[in-house]
């Protein structure tokens, strides 16, 4: 069973727009959180973490993690043409790898 | 800049031949990670090690093997490579616990 699950597949947003992106785990050993972002022809780049409940803001990307339900989100208000990326959301417990979600792909249309 | 470097960016193979992928890096991590992107399957593990001499397997490791002969460099070997085996393969660094990864910028395999 994955133990990232993303929603959804693919997002589209109008330029200016929020784009909202979903994503549980269902390992409860889960104690840290990163969204990652992959632009075509390039390799995934590490966005945000977040590591304790509540939100956590970052110019205009916004991350909220809720341990209780294994729930973390990322709100990208704003959208801008280069926000299009593939997202990935990750989470690992202590002395782990990280395990990967299969992402979301966002488009944002001018 | 710490960095991964990968090389090749291209690589075309043929069927049963021997394929080695490279990977360098300067970021001083103890682990490394092999992963492969295929449409619709996300990032997934080959192998994985924890330093110099150590390989692990990861989430899909047949038909692959990997090599890590110092801190700075993690290969992966495909002995007699397959068709199947066309992907993008990624190369990353990073610490345990509370760190993310570094990421190469990929070679992209095909295997005719």
């Known amino acids: 069973q994955q133990k990232v699950q993303q929603s959804p597949e693919s997002l589209s947003v109008p330029e200016g727009g929020m784009a909202s992106l979903n994503c549980t785990s269902s390992?409860?050993?889960?104690?840290y959180f990163w969204w990652y972002r992959q632009h075509s022809g390039e390799g995934p780049k590490a966005l945000m973490?977040?590591?304790?409940?509540g939100d956590k803001k970052e110019g205009r990307f916004t991350a909220h993690l809720n341990k209780a339900s294994l729930h973390v989100s990322l709100h990208i208000r704003d959208s801008q043409p280069s926000d299009s990326a593939l997202y990935f959301c990750?989470?690992?417990?202590?002395?782990?790898?990280?395990?990967f979600g299969d992402g979301t792909q966002l488009v944002v249309k001018p | 800049e710490a960095a991964v470097t990968q090389s090749p960016r291209n690589k075309v193979a043929v069927t049963g031949g021997k394929v080695t992928l490279s990977c360098n890096q300067t970021?001083?991590?103890?682990?490394m990670y092999w992963y492969r992107q295929d449409t619709g399957h996300g990032l997934r593990l080959i192998h994985y090690?924890?330093?110099?001499?150590?390989?692990e397997k990861g989430d899909i490791p047949d038909g692959y093997k990997a090599s890590r002969p110092s801190q700075e460099n993690f290969s992966l070997i495909l002995e007699l490579a397959t068709p199947s085996q066309t992907s993008v393969y990624f190369c990353?660094?990073?610490?345990?616990?509370?760190?993310?990864?570094?990421f190469g910028s990929g070679t992209r395999l095909l295997v005719i």
């Open positions: 990353a660094s990073g610490v345990t616990g509370n760190s993310d990864y570094t």
């Open positions: 390992d409860r050993n889960f104690q």
């Open positions: 973490s977040i590591f304790s409940d």
């Open positions: 990750a989470a690992s417990s202590s002395n782990n790898r990280i395990f």
């Open positions: 970021n001083n991590h103890n682990n």
């Open positions: 090690s924890y330093g110099a001499g150590s390989t």
